[in-house]
């Protein structure tokens, strides 16, 4: 069965600094990906998704996402951080022959001034 | 509507009463899913709806869990008997046609079972 790792529960970063949030799944065909963040007391939102093509993917708000199939990764980027993307971001997979999102348990992000 | 509705958004009630959560999808969105997000167990997927075909029920972990459909539109998920264990948020998403589009949150029913 598919399944979808994030191995940082929680990452701080400063404000205006880099941004890698790591995710790897475990899937033998070519995975459905995706990116969502939940900020607090809300739903999720999509930032991303990768299906095929262009292993670089842009989403909003200046997130972008590169697959690596050599790696099973699909690491979220983002150059320069803002206060207002401290969140929980969630990496996806769909399950094959499914409308099924398999979720990673979240990386937490917190951003310092 | 503009977004994905649920109703309500904190309920919290006594282990084993029964309680009721509503999903009201965007207009025009033929897909339907719930999702349990809880500490520990990060997101599940319970059940999936699109249009009249019958419900992907896969995700529902025990037959206190059943879930409804009405008109294409509004969803209930009923959860009988409650247990502590039911303690989560519910999340409730719709997508036009297919999760490939993605999917479209609610700001979730948060249940706290006392």
């Known amino acids: 069965a598919q399944s979808v790792t994030q191995p940082d529960i929680h990452i701080t970063v400063s404000e205006g600094a880099s941004l890698e949030l790591r995710c790897n799944y475990s899937y033998g065909a070519t995975p459905y990906l995706f990116w969502y963040v939940q900020s607090p007391g809300q739903g999720l939102q999509l930032l991303l998704k990768y299906f095929s093509g262009d292993t670089l993917v842009q989403g909003i708000k200046g997130f972008e996402a590169e697959f690596k199939r050599s790696q099973s990764s699909f690491n979220l980027r983002k150059p320069s951080v803002h206060w207002s993307d401290a969140a929980e971001y969630f990496c996806a997979v769909l399950q094959g022959g499914s409308e099924k999102l398999v979720f990673g348990k979240g990386t937490k992000l917190t951003v310092n001034p | 509507g503009a977004g994905v509705s649920q109703s309500p958004s904190n309920k919290v009630t006594e282990k084993g009463k029964d309680v009721e959560l509503r999903c009201d999808p965007i207009?025009?969105?033929?897909?339907l899913y719930w999702y349990r997000q809880s500490l520990g167990q990060g997101l599940e997927f319970l059940i999936y709806f699109q249009g009249n075909s019958a419900p992907d029920k896969s995700g529902l972990p025990s037959d206190r869990f059943s879930a409804e459909r009405t008109g294409g539109s509004v969803s209930t998920l009923t959860i009988q008997r409650t247990q502590q264990e039911d303690s989560a948020v519910y999340l409730c998403?719709?997508?036009?046609?297919?999760?490939?589009?993605?999917?479209?949150f609610g700001s979730g029913t948060r249940l706290t079972v006392v």
């Open positions: 998403a719709s997508s036009l046609v297919t999760v490939l589009r993605g999917y479209t």
């Open positions: 207009s025009g969105h033929t897909a």
